[in-house]
């Protein structure tokens, strides 16, 4: 059998989970006893290779540089570099089975294309995030409002987006459906977000949840029994759905006595990348509380750097304002031991157990996480209560295994 992974990025340019996820599945099916010819194809926006092509990035790594034309219906922007260049690389790799990490920046006719040109291959799509269901960059809140948005409908949808009428929302979800049909079956990382696409319109039958792998766990420091445990953390990408702004609220809310007795890290990038209000609104909170030596703005980090971080803390924030999936920070934080603080919706309180593993708070209310993070500190107990609880998540190899028994 050989394999061919498929993801929307490679890791080398970013650290999203399911690029991440996609390679280290590559990476594990390559030790496996007739998958060591697997290979790995990353879809690339790097402005020195032309659009299109192939390139190859280590032994077994392929970039290949795409883009989406059309959003709305999630179409290529070249449809040739998909029955082209794409269509010839399949036929001279021709893989037994693909698993396609994510279609968002390449493209749903790849999945056509795929099985149009080895009839025989196992096509394994694994769900990521919400883009098929919603138009609102796959986060199912509303448009305009950034509301959480509970259930897929055309009249909704075009309520979100005015100039699309509920017949191109039809026209959109019956196109998307109509590649989806090519797929063999389809895995999504949590219950929560494979009973969406079951409502959306997937059956039941044909998904399956299959948890994002990780390393495996590692020892967290000692614990002093009964100590309190006051150190927080947040780890991750700095977006305006992250939540980041909410953890920094909370900590404004609480009195200055309260605060003194924490210590706030921020792991994350990309800040510089996001809207100029939201860059000023995290500056304006973020300012004086380094000023009081609250909050520590740590940076970005490398994945080889992640469990040296947690280690420093005690608590894994995940303020998320939207629904998430199966935030891969999660199962980082439970692979080192950490229990996690989490907004108690979606995937977020499908993975963190309330009061077993870790603690929820309202979405979006900063003054109910200020309360939950002042009980984290300050009730004796606690967290060696909650991290006694915390389960080892699923391994790569463990991943793997459950991929592979979907083909076997």
Not at 87 to 94: I, S
Not at 391 to 399: K, T, V
Request: net charge neutral; glycine share 6%.
């Amino acid at each position: 059998m050989k394999a061919m992974v498929i993801a929307h990025a490679h890791p080398d340019f970013s650290v999203g989970g399911a690029e991440i996820a996609a390679y280290n599945l590559f990476r594990v099916l390559k030790t496996r006893p007739g998958y060591e010819e697997s290979i790995f194809l990353a879809r690339s926006d790097l402005a020195s290779q032309a659009h299109g092509s192939i390139m190859l990035r280590r032994p077994g790594e392929y970039l290949w540089r795409q883009d989406i034309g059309d959003w709305f219906r999630l179409r290529a922007q070249n449809p040739m570099a998909v029955m082209g260049v794409f269509r010839e690389f399949l036929k001279t790799e021709r893989p037994d089975v693909v698993f396609l990490h994510h279609y968002v920046h390449i493209g749903v006719e790849i999945l056509r294309e795929i099985k149009l040109t080895l009839p025989d291959c196992i096509l394994i799509v694994t769900l990521h995030e919400y883009f098929a269901i919603c138009n609102r960059q796959g986060q199912m809140v509303k448009n305009s409002t950034k509301k959480l948005c509970y259930r897929e409908s055309l009249e909704d949808c075009s309520n979100c987006f005015p100039e699309r009428s509920p017949q191109d929302f039809w026209l959109r979800k019956h196109y998307i459906q109509k590649h989806f049909e090519y797929a063999d079956a389809f895995v999504s990382p949590s219950e929560f977000l494979r009973q969406r696409y079951i409502e959306w319109g997937i059956p039941a039958e044909h998904i399956v949840v299959i948890e994002n792998g990780q390393p495996s766990p590692r020892p967290p420091k000692g614990a002093v029994p009964g100590a309190l445990r006051t150190r927080f953390g947040f780890f991750g990408q700095i977006t305006e759905y992250k939540g980041v702004e909410i953890l920094l609220q909370a900590l404004h809310l609480m009195t200055p006595e309260l605060r003194a007795k924490m210590i706030v890290e921020i792991h994350g990038a990309n800040l510089e990348s996001q809207g100029h209000s939201f860059q000023e609104l995290i500056d304006t909170l973020r300012k004086p509380l380094i000023v009081e030596g609250i909050l520590r703005w740590v940076g970005s980090y490398e994945q080889s750097e992640l469990a040296q971080r947690m280690n420093r803390v005690d608590w894994v924030v995940v303020p998320s304002i939207w629904w998430e999936n199966s935030p891969m920070v999660i199962q980082e934080a439970f692979a080192n031991g950490k229990p996690v603080i989490c907004a108690g919706i979606g995937g977020m309180a499908e993975k963190v157990r309330d009061g077993v593993d870790g603690l929820h708070f309202e979405v979006r209310n900063p003054l109910d996480l200020a309360e939950t993070m002042i009980r984290a500190a300050c009730e004796p107990g606690l967290w060696q209560n909650l991290k006694a609880n915390v389960r080892a998540p699923l391994s790569f190899e463990q991943c793997a295994e459950s991929y592979l028994a979907l083909v076997a």
